[in-house]
């Protein structure tokens, strides 16, 4: 069993089955069901194997919360309602994740900087998703013309997926398929996933959200849409798809081999809920995945919100400070390395910045933080930036913070536990060090020269990662697109 439980053992399991029943090619109720659960699958499976932990906590739903979501929807069909908002030139799918900055307005930041930079030239709409936590939306928001898809994402899809429920009926053929899946997943890592259940509900939200998404974006009429995320957003990539509207994802976080949002290695399996195209931040992530479509179409522009926060942090004095960056699948076991190494060295403070989703629940989680003398950010009240900018070391395991920590000049260190898979590339190029266990840790610690650690890792080229003149490439790019449909 023990040899079994590796992101890569994991992800090879599903590149095989993928192969041997030809998944990516197979539709049950008209639909490329795969697809649409594949990284769900991966998930459940790396959870029930106890590689990760939950990425992201919700709490649970009470008796009422429904109906407060269903009246906040109906609030917002007046107020925010998408449909009444005419024709546009493009449509931006946005982040509900908003990061409150220094002017008390809430940023998409990985699209409101281009949005202000194009919003004078073309007609712009602003879609935004409920946030995953209470169904809700951060005010205010920097973003203009904003509109909230409540009404098709919390009434109008689930209504009329339960409509067509009864519709839905599996073949024996299909059942088969998933009861042979199930059996292999059983056989290799002796865990139970309800495949049957999965696909159902899958499907469910497809039907809803398809023809509504279809409806909406037939009154909006853009020439181009962009999202943020691709993946858990298939549905509105297939709606575009059916219109033949081009689509571009923006890079949103970190991309890797192991990443099944993005990674395709096999030909003629590739994935059809894929935007047209992919803007990255920089070349260097053109080559962490093998992306589901042509060359020419993956695209580095950069990320002017990191050039901005560079800029606006650049003066800050460096301290003796070191940062943990967290986030929910690792925070049990990179807790308890700040824990330890918080106990065994006073020449630095130590910060531990938490992902979002642990903001609620780190206490229950981590108790031993509040035991310390650690200081744990749990508010967005305190950029990650302004710590990088302040602090000379930053430990980690594989969050997209990681990476614009390197960007900011930090020392990094990497810790070997189960997802590390996902940052080997900072590796491999020698952006970060590995460290195995507490001792080892300590040991890189001391071992850096005091001239090195003040102004960060040596000869990074920090223009790989983030490509720099963000928004002049934006509008460059997108130009082209336009001028191709």
Same mark, same amino acid.
């Given at each position: 069993m023990s040899d079994k439980k590796s992101i890569e053992i994991v992800n090879n399991f599903i590149y095989e089955i993928e192969k041997k029943y030809d998944l990516l090619n197979k539709k049950i109720n008209n639909t490329f069901f795969?697809?649409?659960?594949?990284?769900?699958? &991966?998930?459940?499976?790396?959870?029930?194997?106890?590689l990760i932990e939950k990425p992201h906590y919700k709490a649970k739903e009470k008796p009422f919360d429904r109906l407060i979501i269903n009246f906040k929807g109906l609030l917002n069909f007046f107020s925010k309602n998408p449909f009444f908002a005419g024709k546009f030139d493009i449509l931006i799918f946005g982040s509900p994740r908003r990061i409150k900055l220094e002017d008390g307005k809430f940023y998409d930041i990985y699209t409101d900087y281009f949005y202000e930079e194009i919003k004078n030239k073309y007609k712009i709409i602003y879609l935004e998703?409920?946030?995953f936590i209470g169904n809700t939306h951060f005010k205010p928001a920097r973003t203009e013309k904003i509109y909230y898809l409540d009404i098709i994402k919390t009434i109008l899809a689930p209504i009329t997926s339960k409509i067509n429920r009864k519709k839905l009926v599996f073949s024996n053929d299909e059942v088969i398929l998933l009861q042979n899946i199930?059996? /292999?997943?059983?056989?290799?890592?002796?865990?139970?996933i309800n495949l049957l259940s999965i696909v159902k509900h899958s499907i469910f939200v497809s039907i809803g959200e398809i023809f509504w998404f279809k409806k909406l974006l037939c009154k909006i009429s853009p020439k181009v849409s962009f999202i943020v995320c691709s993946y858990g957003n298939e549905n509105f990539i297939e709606a575009c798809k059916d219109l033949n509207?081009?689509?571009?994802?923006?890079q949103h976080g970190t991309i890797s081999p192991y990443h099944l949002g993005y990674n395709f290695p096999l030909e003629n399996l590739k994935k059809r809920s894929f935007s047209d195209y992919i803007f990255l931040f920089?070349?260097?992530?053109?080559?962490?995945?093998?992306?589901?479509?042509?060359?020419?179409n993956i695209i580095s522009i950069g990320f002017p919100f990191i050039e901005r926060q560079k800029k606006i942090?650049? /003066?800050?004095?460096?301290?003796?400070?070191?940062?943990?960056?967290? *986030?929910?699948?690792?925070?049990?076991?990179?807790?308890?390395?700040?824990? /330890?190494?918080?106990?065994?060295?006073?020449n630095y403070k130590i910060v531990y910045k938490l992902h979002p989703g642990e903001y609620s629940v780190w206490r229950q989680l981590y108790p031993y933080l509040e035991e310390s003398d650690i200081t744990v950010i749990d508010s967005n009240s305190v950029s990650i930036y302004s710590l990088f900018a302040e602090s000379k070391i930053q430990i980690g395991v594989y969050s997209t913070a990681i990476f614009e920590g390197v960007y900011f000049g930090l020392y990094t260190f990497l810790i070997d536990i189960n997802g590390i898979e996902h940052a080997r590339i900072l590796l491999d190029l020698n952006y970060a060090t590995l460290v195995s266990d507490i001792d080892d840790l300590i040991t890189n610690i001391n071992s850096i020269q005091t001239k090195e650690i003040a102004s960060? *890792?040596?000869? &990074?080229?920090?223009e790989y990662l983030f490509k720099s003149n963000s928004i002049e490439n934006f509008k460059n790019e997108i130009e082209k697109i336009l001028n191709s449909i």
């Open positions: 795969w697809e649409k659960i594949r990284i769900s699958v &991966q998930s459940i499976i790396l959870r029930k194997l106890s998703p409920p946030y199930e059996n /292999e997943i059983k056989s290799y890592f002796n865990i139970s509207i081009k689509t571009v994802e923006i920089g070349d260097f992530w053109k080559y962490c995945s093998k992306f589901p479509i042509s060359k020419e942090y650049n /003066e800050k004095q460096r301290k003796n400070q070191i940062v943990f960056v967290s *986030q929910g699948t690792v925070g049990k076991k990179l807790s308890l390395m700040a824990y /330890e190494l918080s106990k065994k060295i006073t960060g *890792q040596k000869n &990074q080229n920090v």
